[in-house]
């Protein structure tokens, strides 16, 4: 059984950058043809995917979120990372590490960041 677990601070100040970490047991991130994403879900929103990393470390990423991410991988940790710089209050938003791109099969429980001074 795969388990994701996000990690961050869950308060973040406007124009600082926002990290997270997601943390992958019981799989291991560079299993051929994996994909690894994040996604967000602000209060009262869809879904929104914001980048992903594949099990050889190429990235991809929302074209409304590219000039401000990034996806990163520590492989001896088995963790990927997610950071977002030059946040506003509109990045408020539960944030989730994910198995998949297309069809994503596991799920991180989801960490709430708030963006606010």
């Known amino acids: 059984q795969v388990q994701l677990q996000e990690a961050g601070p869950g308060l973040v100040k406007p124009s600082q950058t926002l990290s997270l970490t997601c943390t992958v047991s019981?799989?291991?991130?560079?299993?051929?043809?994996?994909?690894w994403s994040w996604i967000r879900q602000p209060p009262g929103k869809a879904l929104e995917w914001i980048g992903s990393?594949?099990?050889?470390?190429?990235?991809d990423y929302s074209p409304s979120l590219k000039s401000r991410s990034s996806v990163s991988r520590d492989t001896s940790k088995n963790q990927f990372t997610l950071q977002l710089s030059s946040v506003t209050p509109e990045d408020t938003a539960v944030y989730y590490c994910a198995r998949g791109l297309v069809n994503i099969d596991y799920w991180g429980q989801g960490t709430q960041v708030t963006v606010s001074s």
């Open positions: 019981g799989g291991s991130i560079t299993t051929n043809y994996i994909h």
């Open positions: 990393i594949t099990y050889s470390g190429s990235t």
